[in-house]
């Protein structure tokens, strides 16, 4: 019997793993769940252990159709793409967790992946280049340098003094009065808007977003960025 990887199950009473897994099912494909009709290509599925690691763990249903019907896996050549996938094409190794829960006379591959502290972890694609992912809803998104800075910020130590100056200002005040319905910029248009280059944008961006000052979302393909104090 399995238990509940999430807190929505914490609470539930012991339950068959037909149950859980059904249940897991209704949920569909989401931020932390992804269905996965067979795995052919470690490291393809590397970018969905990358993704998860890097936002809030997840977890991968292997043998289940993207409608959510049952498939199978057929042998154990599964379970070795994903520890191919977490301990060759994943940098550093991606943590994970494998159970076989036997359905309906099909056997569904569960894979948990925890989020990871460590972050970024890297997926390594065909050409042999390193490539950070996060999710965002059911896709895998690639993480955009801002992501990375974000990243290596929060590794800092708390409590550090940072100068507060012209520059951080008027990125402040594109990111409010330039976006009146709170929708955020992207990266380009908050260039715009500030007039400071990329370059200088993307750290400024990273460090006021670990203050809380700024967020980051996703919409229409791209991420966008938003002051989280309104003028």
Not at 9 to 22: G, Q, R, V
Not at 40 to 68: M, P, W
């Amino acid at each position: 019997m399995i238990y509940g990887f999430f807190s929505t199950f914490a609470d539930m009473k012991p339950a068959s793993d037909n149950d859980f897994l059904h249940a897991w099912i209704a949920q569909g494909e989401h931020q932390q769940q992804d269905f996965k009709f067979e795995i052919s290509d470690a490291r393809k599925i590397a970018r969905s252990l990358s993704a998860f690691a890097n936002t809030n763990g997840g977890r991968l249903l292997v043998g289940v159709k993207d409608n959510g019907r049952l498939a199978g896996i057929r042998s154990e050549e599964e379970q070795y793409m994903i520890e191919a996938a977490a301990e060759r094409y994943c940098q550093p190794q991606v943590e994970y967790s494998c159970q076989t829960l036997h359905v309906e006379g099909k056997n569904i591959l569960v894979v948990n992946i925890p989020e990871t502290a460590n972050k970024p972890i890297y997926a390594i694609d065909e050409e042999g280049r390193a490539m950070a992912y996060v999710r965002v809803k059911d896709e895998n998104i690639l993480a955009t340098p801002v992501h990375l800075l974000m990243w290596r910020e929060q590794e800092r130590p708390t409590g550090e003094l940072t100068c507060y100056t012209e520059r951080e200002q008027r990125l402040l005040q594109a990111l409010t009065s330039a976006d009146p319905h709170h929708e955020g910029l992207t990266l380009s248009r908050c260039s715009r808007a500030s007039g400071i280059p990329r370059r200088l944008l993307v750290p400024l961006l990273a460090r006021f977003i670990r203050y809380g000052l700024v967020e980051i979302g996703y919409a229409e393909q791209h991420f966008h960025f938003f002051s989280t104090h309104t003028p």
